[in-house]
């Protein structure tokens, strides 16, 4: 490594897109400890919003990368070098796609010609990737044209945004080795959206044909070029990569699987202590948001939720849904005592907050004032009166400590928060509520939050932030203060939410259709035990699965709390498995195989 310089290229450097960025950003800390600042860097676009967060400029340009940059400046290219602002502070070189926007159009003509990729005017995003491959693949000329390349040089290279340099790099022949990893396919998204049995059928796509009907065409061929020219080619999952052999018309020469800096979620023995912490912040939106219409025992109640991009059927919503149901017919058929809110954090176009929501949780806030009014009016004087008594004690009647008009502000606010209604499912008022399929499930399977349902819907079209007034707290926080993640998502090539909850102290159950799921039913042993459970959607079935999801989740209903709080600590530790410490070596493998190559 000493005489080796890595980069690595991502739409997702210094801009938070998506799952990339997060892949990315966590694998920091360890390259650097293996690789070193001097030999590491990382190349991404420059967009002014994002980097204002994430971006610290170099004032020192001496460095063999800090002349390519200058160099690059004084040919007029918008170039931007320093450092990324997370863990590690690795170097960064920025390219605006903007700034080279008058050469669009030579651009897309070269791409054309020289790789029969057509890109099409007027899709933004398309022009941006397209202007940022043109000014990587030139940034790689300028070093190539020095010295720098004499040495053993890797671009590591994620996902078809940032793979467009790889056919102008092999057609050059410059010294450089490259390796491409798709995180998924476009194509294999839109594929599964659209058909049940999607896994069965892969054999039988004509790319070329489903990539036209999507409309996807220009990526689909960014992603084979990138797959076909890159030295070595990788995915995250073993799922992925049946996707990639009959999709991209190449196998995967390794697997690459996704995993975190587990250290940001370490919280040892503070993790049941942090859950209850944050639970009790849940329990406040849950009053505020059940209780106007009716109440339950919170000592008796378990949060499940479930979260991820907003696609029915491969993110498993549908199976999700059909096990609550499920799940809420076998609790009221036990008789138990428990209740289960189940959570539904995913983007959806809304107007706005419900404003009956809002209204409930700002007139239980002022029922809480009103009462912590009462408890300093009460408390007051009960030590006034103790410190007064002379004599035999006797205990003060705490209602005469009390003044009526506290307590008939406190009656007032009570019945006006009251109702009659049910609690609202959903948070927001969404664009299109009609047809929506989450709400139009619960409707048409009566899981609308009725008082003897031991199942309670919350359906929030929006991510959760510390911004949110109805939760305040972070995604993490409320992640935290769960009992149970839900992913049995149908296509996922690796599923990045199970992973958060296992290191957060969380089980969580997943599909062994989703990477993650796959990889942990073929390398952990003792999964279920570790909170890791697996339901199988190989064969297809629907039903089948969504009664042995519903299965699982009445199991967990049913366990203790002692048996609760023993699994969330094994669940903490099994994370140790998934840093980066243990699966960067996955990527060294990749290496080492281009440096052969």
């Known amino acids: 490594m000493e005489n080796t310089k890595l980069f690595e290229v991502a739409w997702e450097v210094c801009n938070q897109v998506g799952g990339i960025y997060t892949v990315i950003r966590s694998k920091v800390p360890s390259v650097i400890k293996k690789w070193g600042n001097e030999n590491y860097f990382l190349i991404g676009p420059y967009f002014a919003e994002q980097a204002a967060a994430h971006f610290d ?52 003509y070269y791409l054309f010609q020289d790789y029969n990729i057509a890109i099409p005017d007027g899709d933004e995003l398309l ?19 020095s010295d720098f390349c004499n040495d053993n040089i890797i671009a590591h290279f994620h996902e078809w945004m940032a793979g467009l340099p790889i056919p102008g790099i092999r057609k050059s022949n410059l010294n450089i080795k490259t390796v491409f990893t798709t995180h998924a396919t476009l194509l294999g998204r839109y594929l599964a959206m659209n058909d049940q049995e999607f896994y069965s059928h892969l ?52 697997i690459l699987p996704n995993g975190l800096n587990i250290e940001r979620f370490e919280a040892t023995h503070e993790v049941q202590n942090q859950h209850v912490q944050v639970k009790k912040k849940i329990h406040e939106f849950v ?94 004087r009960l030590y006034k009166e103790i410190t007064m008594i002379s004599g035999q004690y006797e205990f003060p009647d705490l209602r005469a400590l009390v003044d009526d008009y506290l307590r008939l502000k406190l009656r007032r606010n009570v019945q006006s928060w009251k109702t009659q209604n049910l609690p609202k499912v959903v948070t927001h008022q969404l ?28 359906y929030h079209p929006d991510f959760i932030a510390t911004t949110n007034p109805l939760f305040k707290m972070d995604y993490t926080q409320f992640v935290r203060g769960c009992h149970l993640g839900i992913f049995p998502s149908m296509y996922e090539p ?43 959607r190989t064969d297809g079935n629907f039903n089948r699965a969504a009664e042995e999801l519903a299965n699982m989740l ?32 996955f990527y060294d493998e990749a290496y080492k195989l281009v440096s052969e190559r």
């Open 127 to 145: 022009d941006k990737v397209a202007a940022f491959g043109f000014q990587v693949k030139e940034f790689f000329h300028y070093l190539c044209g």
């Open 203 to 254: 054999p039988f796509y004509n790319w070329e044909e489903e990539a036209n009907k999507f409309n996807v065409a220009p990526i689909a061929n960014i992603e084979r070029a990138s797959a076909h020219g890159a030295h070595v080619f990788t995915t995250v999952s073993e799922v992925t990569a049946r996707e990639c052999t009959h999709l991209l018309g190449r196998t995967p020469d390794l």
């Open 494 to 536: 690796w599923g990045y939410t199970p992973l958060e909850c296992l290191a957060s102290g969380l089980p969580s159950i997943t599909s062994n259709l989703a990477g993650f799921g796959d990889y942990v039913v073929n390398n952990v042993t003792d999964h279920d035990n570790k909170g890791m459970f697996i339901i199988d």
């Open 431 to 458: 664009v299109d509520d009609a047809k929506d399929e989450i709400l139009n499930f619960l409707r048409t399977s009566n899981l609308v939050n009725n008082r003897h349902d031991k199942v309670k819907i919350v």
């Open 287 to 380: 009053m505020g948001h059940f209780f106007q219409s009716y109440s339950f025992d919170l000592d008796k109640t378990l949060y499940f939720f479930t979260s991820g991009r907003y696609e029915y059927q491969n993110k498993g919503y549908d199976l999700t849904l059909e096990a609550l149901a499920r799940l809420n017919w076998k609790m009221q058929q036990a008789g138990t005592d428990m209740t289960v809110v189940s959570f539904f954090i995913t983007k959806r176009p809304f107007y706005s907050f419900n404003p009956e929501v809002l209204q409930s949780k700002a007139q239980i806030e002022d029922v809480g004032r009103v009462v912590e009014e009462i408890q300093r009016q009460v408390g007051d």
């Open 57 to 108: 400029p170099a004032t020192d340009f001496s460095t063999p990368i800090g002349k390519a940059v200058l160099e690059m400046q004084s040919r007029g290219f918008e170039v931007y070098y320093g450092q990324w602002i997370v863990s590690g502070r690795p170097n960064v070189i920025l390219f605006n796609p903007y700034s080279i926007y008058d050469k669009l159009g030579e651009i897309k």
């Open 554 to 585: 009445f199991e967990f209903v049913n366990l203790s709390r002692r048996d609760r709080i023993a699994l969330r600590y094994r669940c903490e530790e099994a994370a140790m498995h998934f840093d980066w410490s243990n699966l960067g070596k």
